[in-house]
C-alpha cells in the first residue's frame, strides 16, 4: 500500500489548541485585574492629618476653615492683648456726648493707662489732662488731653468715655478754676456739686456735653483707680456689631435743641422711656436733659 503526504492532514505549528480563559495572575500581569486595596495606612493619624488638611470640600474642609477663622481671632486679640496691657482692648461708643472726635458707633482701641504714657502725664496715672495738654501741645482726638475710659465707684452702667479736663485735690475749691459756661450756672463753689471736691481726682466732660460730669450728676471727681484705659485709636462703624449684640444699636434718634442736649420730647424710639420730666432712661442709662454721657460697651 502506497502512502501519500498530504500536508493538510498535518497541524500547522503556528496553530495553537485553545487553552481556555487567562487565568487571574495573567490578568493582574496585563494590568487589567481589580483596583488595589486600600492602604490601611489611611486610617492611621497621619493619614487623617494629611486628608484634613489637603481636604478640598465636605466636612473635614469645614472643620479645617472654621478652626483657621477661629486661630486667626485668637491670635489677633492676643496680640492686642500685648500691646494694650487691658483685655478687652476695644471699646463700642454706645452715645453721642464725644461728638464729632468720637461718634456712637465707633470702636476704640484702649491701652493701660501707664503704657505710652507721655512724660506730659500726671505722675501715676498715664494721663494727660487738657490743662497740661494745652499748655505742652499734646493732643488727642482734635482736642487737647487724654480721653480716658472710667468706671466710678458705684457705676451700674457701662464704663464712660470723656476727656480729662484737670486734676482737683480733696477738699479743693475748683470753683474758679472751672469754665464757668459748665457749671450749670453756679456763682460759687457752694452751688455746685462734687464742691469743694471730696477726693482727689480728675474733673471730666464730654466734649459734646454742655457740663461738667462732676456738675451733672454722672460721676464724683474720677479717681486714679477709676481708670481703666486710655483711647487711642478710633475705628469708625465696626463698634455697631459690638452695639448690636448688647442691644445698644436699637435706640431711636435724639435730637436736641443745643449739642449734646438731650430732652424727653426729642426721643424716637419705643426702647427709651421717659421716667420723669427731666430724665429719660435709655438703654439701661439715664441721662438728664442737657446732658449725654458717652458711654463704652467693653467686650
Known amino acids: 500500500m502506497s ?3 498530504n500536508d493538510d492532514n498535518v497541524p500547522s505549528t503556528s496553530q495553537k489548541a485553545y487553552a481556555g480563559p487567562p487565568t487571574s495572575r495573567e490578568q493582574m500581569s496585563a ?3 481589580p483596583p488595589p486595596e486600600p492602604s490601611a495606612g489611611d486610617d492611621e493619624p497621619d493619614g487623617l492629618l494629611r486628608r484634613f488638611l489637603t481636604a478640598e470640600s465636605g466636612p473635614l474642609m469645614f472643620a479645617r476653615e472654621m478652626l483657621t477663622s477661629m486661630a486667626t481671632v485668637a491670635a489677633v486679640g492676643l496680640l492686642l492683648f500685648a500691646i494694650s496691657g487691658v483685655w478687652p482692648p476695644m471699646v463700642a461708643v454706645e452715645s453721642g456726648s464725644m461728638d464729632p472726635n468720637m461718634q456712637k458707633g465707633d470702636l476704640i482701641f484702649v491701652t493701660e493707662p501707664g503704657r505710652f504714657a507721655p512724660d506730659a502725664a500726671r505722675e501715676g496715672t498715664g494721663v494727660v489732662t487738657h490743662q497740661v495738654g494745652e499748655e505742652v501741645g499734646y493732643e488727642t482726638f482734635n482736642d487737647y488731653g487724654t480721653v480716658i475710659v472710667y468706671d466710678s465707684a458705684g457705676n451700674v452702667g457701662p464704663p464712660i468715655i470723656h476727656r480729662a479736663r484737670f486734676w482737683v485735690g480733696e477738699g479743693e475749691n475748683w470753683y474758679d478754676e472751672a469754665n464757668k459756661a459748665w457749671v450749670q450756672g453756679a456763682d460759687n463753689c457752694e452751688q455746685m456739686d462734687n464742691c469743694p471736691a471730696p477726693h482727689d481726682g480728675f474733673i471730666t ?13 454722672i460721676s464724683p471727681p474720677v479717681k486714679a483707680e477709676w481708670v481703666v484705659g486710655t483711647a487711642r485709636v478710633r475705628i469708625p462703624y465696626l463698634g455697631w456689631v459690638r452695639l448690636g449684640f448688647s442691644g445698644a444699636a436699637t435706640t431711636g434718634p435724639v435730637d436736641g435743641s443745643a449739642a449734646g442736649v438731650t430732652t424727653a420730647e426729642s426721643v424716637l424710639s419705643e426702647n427709651a422711656t421717659v421716667s420723669g420730666p427731666h430724665e429719660i432712661e435709655v438703654v439701661g442709662e439715664v441721662q ?3 446732658t449725654a454721657t458717652a458711654t463704652a460697651a467693653v467686650g
Open 288 to 290: 438728664t436733659a442737657g
Open 205 to 217: 466732660k464730654g466734649d459734646n456735653n454742655a457740663y461738667y460730669d462732676q456738675t451733672n450728676n
Open 3 to 5: 502512502v501519500t503526504d
Open 31 to 33: 494590568g487589567e485585574g
